[in-house]
């Protein structure tokens, strides 16, 4: 018999491994780009077995007893499954863009080594069933995304990557507390043992602190716009496939087993909205391509905490949907900002213009992917976004739904914006003299990104199936 249990483990130590073995074989001279994107792509194929074996039922367990109450219990439910998979493929192709975008790069091995133990911490938080192993791979987290952020070295970057390290520290503080509010209220921190249990509604607080800090969500939103100054793979995986999404994760896998106070749901749906609708403002003034599409990710992010918070069957599933689209057309939103900084040698948008007719690769993955993130059919944003709101009606308050209405309206317009100045009006400046886009490893991610962005539109009935059977979401 297939041993699915020992499957969910490699899931969780192979990306450890490969990240343990790249400062060794960088002194064989072996590429860590090639080692790091051989991590990511077998972390993927285990995790998409996984998700598959999962389907049918089957969810291992792991566990080994630890005092204190902190047993390293792993659980591979659907939810868990299904966010491995999505997380470990998006990373698998961002590992295969930096091999174009930092193969020169005197810290490469330095930063393949910090993705892996990023993705390896992702995937042992996403399958961990015990607070305090939430907490500890919340906090190595944390740690990678300090490096990662503070990669160039220079002043700027360093004091940025500094404050996303302590904003979101300080948001762990608060899980922390959480964590022994509960072992204190509840005698475990164990959420298979939490199942339909109640928790105090400091506690609650605690870890919605604690998710808004990771998520980027007002009034903890401002580090992530500076967390722009990072290689563009290190943004597209701190915003489409890792850092940014174990917030709204974490929120969502606690209380699936915990009961969310109603009176805390419909705080988190009004200051998601307020965050939402603050970025999607911001977004329309911002003339730093990176920050406009940073201040969208906090804007997104908004919907995926309302569906959470809605709850039941369909806002699960409308949220988990909801995370994947917007993960691979992010992801490639970023990834193309980090092309056409690679042409153009500036992050100021005012500076760019008509770069639709040099750089059509791009233009075209670029305006698919921001056609996703709009909710525009029949791309799979579309169908994510619809969802929300369908999941949202009759069950949210009017007021909520009104104000997320809008920021749809402003994602609309800020993402319309960027596509004109940058690719359609008038060249500020001759961008003719490179031949080429970018390296083939960069221009071959963003188009399959930009294609997924348009065949989980067209057959949105396989995620959307399989989500809806897992959590109970069907239409």
């Known amino acids: 018999m297939f041993d699915i249990t020992g499957l969910m483990i490699f899931t969780v130590l192979f990306p450890f491994v490969g990240a ?3 400062p060794i074989l960088k002194h064989f001279k072996l590429d860590s780009g090639k080692v790091a994107l051989f991590t990511a792509a077998g972390t993927f194929v285990s995790a998409f077995l996984l998700c598959y074996y999962v389907s049918f039922g089957l969810f291992p367990v792991y566990r080994i007893p630890m005092p204190l109450g902190m047993d390293f219990h792993l659980l591979g439910d659907a939810m868990s499954a299904f966010m491995a998979a999505a997380a470990s493929f998006l990373s698998f192709i961002i590992m295969y863009y930096s091999q174009g975008y930092i193969k020169e790069s005197a810290y490469k091995a330095e930063f393949y080594f910090a993705a892996m133990l990023f993705l390896g911490a992702m995937m042992g938080l996403v399958f961990s069933a015990n607070l305090a ?13 300090w490096r990662l952020v503070g990669y160039f070295r220079a002043d700027s970057d360093i004091a940025k990557a500094n404050k996303t390290f302590l904003i979101t520290v300080f948001g762990a503080l608060f899980l922390f507390l959480a964590l022994v509010a509960i072992a204190n209220s509840n005698g475990t921190i164990d ?10 509604f400091y506690a609650t607080l605690f870890i919605i602190l604690a998710a808004f800090s990771k998520s980027a969500i007002f009034p903890f939103s401002s580090w992530l716009p500076d967390a722009g100054v990072a290689p563009s793979p290190v943004t597209a995986l ?6 940014v999404k174990i917030g709204v994760f974490a929120f969502a896998k606690i209380f699936t087993f915990i009961i969310l106070d109603i009176t805390a749901a419909e705080l988190v749906m009004y200051v998601a909205a307020i965050s939402s609708l603050i970025a999607g403002a911001a977004a329309l003034k911002e003339t730093n391509i990176k920050r406009v599409i940073a201040y969208s990710t906090i804007s997104q992010l908004g919907f995926i905490f309302f569906a959470i918070a809605i709850g039941g069957g369909l806002g699960t599933t409308a949220a988990f949907l909801f995370i994947l689209m917007h993960g691979v057309a992010k992801g490639g939103l970023f990834l193309c900002a980090g092309i056409i900084e690679h042409k153009t040698h500036t992050k100021d948008i005012t500076k760019m213009g008509g770069l639709a007719k040099v750089m059509p690769i ?14 525009i059919p029949p791309f799979g944003g579309f169908f994510s976004k619809f969802m929300v709101f369908l999941a949202a009606a009759g069950e949210a ?4 739904i009104v104000l997320f209405a809008f920021a749809a309206l402003l994602t ?4 319309t914006r960027l596509f004109h100045i940058v690719f359609i009006a008038s060249p500020k400046q001759n961008f003719t003299k490179s031949k080429h886009e ?22 949105v009935q396989w995620p959307l199936g399989y989500l809806s059977t897992m959590f109970g979401g069907a239409l």
Request: net charge negative; glycine share 6%.
């Open 238 to 243: 701190l915003h489409a496939a890792v850092l």
């Open 191 to 200: 959420l298979t043992e939490l199942r339909g249990a109640t928790i105090p």
């Open 412 to 415: 609309l317009a800020y993402l």
């Open 133 to 145: 192993w939430i907490f500890v791979f919340w906090e190595i987290t944390a740690l990678c995304s």
């Open 20 to 22: 343990l073995l790249i």
């Open 362 to 375: 791009t233009a075209l993955a670029f305006g698919f992917c921001a056609l996703s993130v709009m909710g």
């Open 397 to 400: 308050p009017t007021m909520a």
């Open 438 to 459: 970018a390296p083939h490893q960069m221009m071959i991610s963003v188009s399959v990104l930009a294609i997924l962005s348009l065949l989980l539109g067209l057959f």
